[in-house]
């Protein structure tokens, strides 16, 4: 059974930094991609980062890129996302993701992705 568990979420003011951590139960396959999606009160659920299994390669929305950091373990099956300058706007419930396959459909869809975390509460107060 695939299970995704965030952690590491929490208040914090603008400019701040935190790290989000998803532990990951089962076997994760070589071709798999994980990642991370946030959703906002009244808006869509939206791509942040992700991350392939194998070979670390990475893809960023361009709302956060040279600010988030996504990396892994895989020893561990751990995730994780450094967030650095938050801003007000990075305000959202953060989820960790996971598709079995990376090639199967773009890495920022989210109806591409196989299994989701409950999600952990961000926010960045002005």
């Known amino acids: 059974q695939v299970q995704l568990v965030e952690s590491g979420g929490g208040l914090v003011q603008t400019e701040g930094s935190l790290r989000l951590s998803c532990a990951a139960s089962?076997?994760?396959?070589?071709?798999?991609?994980m990642g991370w999606f946030r959703q906002a009160p009244g808006w869509e659920r939206e791509f942040v980062a992700a991350i392939s299994w194998t070979g670390g390669s990475t893809w960023y929305a361009d709302s956060v890129k040279g600010r988030f950091t996504v990396s892994k373990e895989n020893a561990k099956n751990m995730l994780y996302l450094q967030m650095n300058s938050l801003k007000p706007e990075d305000t959202a419930v953060y989820y960790c993701?996971?598709?079995?396959?990376?090639?199967?459909?773009?890495?920022?869809?989210?109806?591409?992705?196989?299994?989701w975390g409950r999600g952990t509460q961000v926010t960045v107060s002005s």
């Open positions: 089962g076997r994760i396959p070589s071709s798999a991609a």
């Open positions: 993701v996971r598709k079995n396959n990376l090639a199967l459909g773009p890495y920022d869809r989210d109806n591409t992705y196989d299994y």
